[in-house]
């Protein structure tokens, strides 16, 4: 898939763990997992908008195109 994900750097630049986030953002753990591994069809903006008010970020933080 050429959208990637990159979710844990941007965790561990914040020293932050996913069930911190997961509780902050409103969302169960196992579907951060999901969208951390990439394997999430869409995300909602405003679980988007969430994690980055969370880990005071831009999407395009989180959300990478790479051309396969």
Do not use: W
Not at 29 to 44: D, H, M, Q
């Amino acid at each position: 898939m050429p959208i990637h994900v990159n979710l844990d750097i941007i965790l561990t630049k914040r020293n932050m763990k996913s069930k911190a986030l997961a509780e902050i953002i409103g969302i169960t753990e196992a579907n951060l997992s999901i969208l951390k591994s990439g394997k999430a069809k869409a995300v909602r903006f405003s679980t988007l908008e969430a994690i980055c008010k969370a880990l005071n970020c831009q999407p395009s933080d989180i959300l990478e195109y790479v051309e396969e």
